[in-house]
């Protein structure tokens, strides 16, 4: 089997993370990227631009731009669901966007409180926003592997919805799988889907939660098909504070060990990883899943004689 030489693995703790966990304070949200931006990594989704009432734990977003150290080669990226959001983020300076639209109605009218229809049209105006300013917009499809409203949702959707968002004028495709419902099979079949609609894996980032045990898997599979951009969670982080053993997005630190073990490249140090991971345990005060704060690389338990 042959898998890419070199992937982008991309953070997301500082945002689809720590939304779900209690709310911290953006001093400790400013630390965590910061630590974050001295490993390597080159994209950080550091905050979101969404109503403060309905995210409660991503208020101060533009107190968190504001103060982050901005280090060169990394982007600073925003999540929008708007074109409110767009400005803001534009005004708070992030280096790329994100627009969220869900594949799925049901999930889309929760998230945004509107249709799917009606995220697709407000696309053009994020778009035409940030292309303003030369920031680039990633089209995030999310529910892309299943609802937890409607249950599965078709691939063929998730491909015509990514057509319509790259004619609204997106600049890159990510797929979301929202409440970890993927599975390789169904990873298998969205990249199919895609493939058919002309959109190529190479152009595809993908975003697992390890709801189900599944993130890792997922990412192989994906590799397999020559995908080469996954989003990731330092220590695991995004587990909901009320679902206690509810695990969050894919951990980064337990993706770039195993890439690194499959002679995939990063270009991520992964013992800062692992420091970064430990701060954020400590800004959220619980014990997080990640398999590499419990057990440390492989490198270090040979060192250790175990
Ligand atoms: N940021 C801050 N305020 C916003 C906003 C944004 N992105 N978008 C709209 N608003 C404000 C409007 O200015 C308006 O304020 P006003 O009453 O003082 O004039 C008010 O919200 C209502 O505007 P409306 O366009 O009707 O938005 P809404 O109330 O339907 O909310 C969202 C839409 C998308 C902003 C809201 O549902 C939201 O923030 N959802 C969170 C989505 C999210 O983060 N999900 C998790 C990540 S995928
Ligand atoms: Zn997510």
Aim: aromatic content about 2%; overall charge negative; hydrophobic content about 45%.
């Amino acid at each position: 089997m042959r898998w890419p030489d070199q992937v982008e693995v991309r953070e997301v703790g500082p945002r689809d993370g720590l939304q779900n966990e209690e709310p911290v304070p953006v001093a400790a949200r400013v630390r965590l990227i910061d630590a974050l931006s001295a490993t390597g990594l080159r994209r950080i989704e550091a905050a979101s631009f969404v109503r403060p009432d309905a995210i409660p734990a991503m208020a101060g977003a533009e107190e968190v731009m504001a103060r982050i150290a901005r280090r060169p080669g990394v982007a600073y990226r925003a999540l929008v669901p708007n074109a409110r959001g767009a400005e803001r983020a534009l005004a708070a300076r992030a280096d790329e966007l994100e627009l969220v639209v869900s594949a799925s109605e049901t999930h889309n009218r929760a998230n945004v409180r509107r249709g799917v229809a009606d995220s697709v049209i407000a696309a053009r105006d994020v778009v035409t926003l940030a292309h303003g300013e030369g920031v680039p917009v990633e089209a995030i499809v999310s529910t892309a592997f299943g609802c937890p409203y409607e249950g599965d949702v078709a691939p063929e959707r998730v491909a015509q919805l990514a057509g319509l968002l790259l004619d609204a004028g997106a600049d890159a495709l990510s797929f979301g799988d929202t409440t970890g419902m993927a599975t390789p099979r169904r990873v298998h079949d969205l990249l199919d889907a895609l493939e058919r609609a002309g959109i190529a894996p190479g152009r595809v980032a993908l975003h697992f939660h390890d709801t189900r045990g599944t993130a890792l898997a997922n990412v192989v599979a994906a590799l397999e098909r020559g995908v080469t951009r996954f989003d990731a969670s330092v220590g695991g982080l995004g587990g909901c504070p009320y679902a206690p053993g509810a695990s969050g997005n894919a951990v980064t630190e337990d993706l770039v060990h195993m890439l690194h073990d499959m002679g995939v490249g990063t270009g991520i140090d992964l013992e800062a990883l692992i420091g970064c991971a430990r701060l954020a345990g400590e800004i959220v005060g619980r014990d997080l899943p990640s398999a590499m704060l419990h057990a440390g690389p492989r490198t270090r338990r040979h060192e250790a004689g175990a």
